[in-house]
């Protein structure tokens, strides 16, 4: 893209963005963040043919899928976001597309109070956008911290993504609730943040499945997790297994201490969403999560731990 | 790439890095900035056939390029960097380039004592190296802040990086002084510190060419600059128009009020550089920049504001 094409792209990003994006016109943004408050970071790109198709999505979704992908860093951190920069690379065939695009940025860094404080935007032969997120958080939320006798929990439904993709690499067309979730998630900064008050010990975002995210918490914190795989609230028409592995789900995996569990009902009653207990983590042995009882409905397994 | 060959990526890098890459394997990165200073952050991309042609440059040398370009941003807000982040696309064809690109990233972070702090690695059709990078400041160097009747100061010498990118464009082999300049930038962090702390009212970095940064300048700062184009200090073979022109420079631009000069031998004895005196800020007028004088020698205006 030439040098004048690129200011006329970012142009039609900041007319999209309006007062959302703010304090852009130096060589980098300044932001503030609470005295005593830690500043967290993290990167993250998605790239066309990569990370998604250009068929399965609209401009829109492509835009809101990887700004909530990016700040649902942030979630895992149980972090406030300061603020979003974004990095586009954009071929020629998407160049009427950017406004879409930066809608769909917009609404879902607006649903978090995210101002957008800076990027830049260069030809590129696919699409990629490449988010920073900028965070704050007096004690952020790691993926150590879980110790023998704490209790897993997870927030949400399970499934919906890996199903979709699933359906979308056959050439189906996917489910709706499952499409729903795999093209609009949402990142759980609120349901975090609340967490993270009630005193959650260790947790992550849930970007690889399920399972593969519960191993990266325990062997952070060394330990092993033994997840009751049945447990965790599903879509309808996925499996168990088929739950444990969907990626791309944006949920939150955490940790408590059994004798400081948080209220579910209150979490569900203030965010419209489940928080279930599906395991609890035990001295680190061979394998960092054991699965058992796949096949067993959905609460049947630590019902002792619900209060 | 595959997730395991991702994962190998992410290890030949931190390996590469060694203690330079602290605090990785969270989501995010945590960073604590004084109290009382503001958080600076800026992204920048280097991608292969955009910014950079592979014949052009070794592998180290464009993880070096691309880093010292997205920590420059960092100079130009005269702040001290506290962590980047490298958001690489990887296509297989540079897989195995991988630890040389590292090595260039690491020694220019290193070289202005800043931590990788994060990242991540995707496979890509182009080699594409996304940086952010993080600072700090008590109050940040801003375009804006120049008045009418401030005096013009550029660090460095000017057009080696325009005569060298000629060159390379038209198949030619670049003068070796040409080449350093090109292909070996350092970001102007101390020195931007320094200048700050001498009561810099606003700056830049040069990436755009002098002309069009100082246009930069002048639109932020609601001024006018006229330059005098021939007093920039040149490299051997090039002309003051070109010299102008030339981008990627990565030197500073700022404005001093009249009555506050920084001390520029002390600046040449503490850098090894030069601080040029190459104009002064006027009411803005129709054109945000202004050249007299060009072909007039070095040394030739602006005579009277050197002590």
Redesign the interface.
């Known amino acids: 893209?030439a040098?004048g094409a690129e200011f006329d792209a970012i142009r039609d990003l900041l007319a999209e963005w309006g007062p959302l994006a703010s304090g852009i016109?130096?060589?980098?943004?300044?932001?503030?963040?609470p005295?005593?408050e830690?500043?967290?970071?993290?990167?993250?790109?998605s790239?066309e043919?990569?990370?998604f198709r250009r068929a399965w999505l609209t401009a829109e979704e492509i835009g809101a899928r990887a700004a909530a992908a990016a700040l649902?860093?942030?979630a895992?951190?149980a972090?406030v976001p300061?603020?979003l920069?974004?990095?586009l690379?954009v071929p020629e065939s998407w160049r009427t597309s950017l406004t879409q695009i930066a809608r769909g940025v917009g609404r879902v860094a607006a649903s978090v109070e995210c101002p957008i404080?800076?990027?830049?935007v260069?030809?590129?032969?696919?699409l990629?956008l490449?988010f920073?997120?900028?965070?704050s958080a007096l004690s952020?939320m790691?993926?150590r911290g879980a110790k023998s006798g704490d209790i897993i929990f997870v927030t949400g439904t399970f499934g919906g993504p890996g199903a979709a993709l699933g359906a979308l690499m056959e050439g189906r067309t996917p489910a709706d609730a499952h499409r729903r979730r795999f093209a609009a998630p949402a990142p759980r900064i609120a349901e975090a943040r609340w967490l993270s008050e009630q005193r959650a010990v260790a947790g992550?975002?849930i970007s690889?499945g399920l399972r593969g995210d519960a191993e990266h918490l325990a062997r952070?914190s060394e330990v092993s997790l033994v997840l009751n795989g049945s447990s965790a609230p599903r879509v309808a028409g996925v499996t168990a297994a088929e739950a444990l592995a969907s990626g791309e789900e944006y949920e939150l995996l955490v940790a408590f201490r059994p004798d400081e569990l948080p209220d579910r009902s209150e979490f569900e009653r203030r965010f419209g969403l489940p928080l279930t207990a599906i395991g609890v983590a035990v001295p680190a042995g061979d394998d960092p999560v054991v699965i058992t009882d796949v096949g067993v409905e959905p609460g049947g397994g630590f019902d002792h731990l619900r209060r």
């Open positions: 893209m040098h016109g130096d060589d980098a943004a300044v932001l503030d963040v005295t005593g830690r500043v967290v970071i993290s990167t993250d790109a790239i043919e990569v990370h649902s860093d942030l895992a951190m972090s300061r603020g920069l974004l990095s690379g404080v800076g990027g830049n260069s030809s590129a032969d696919a990629s490449t920073t997120v900028v965070g952020p790691r993926r992550i975002d690889d952070a």
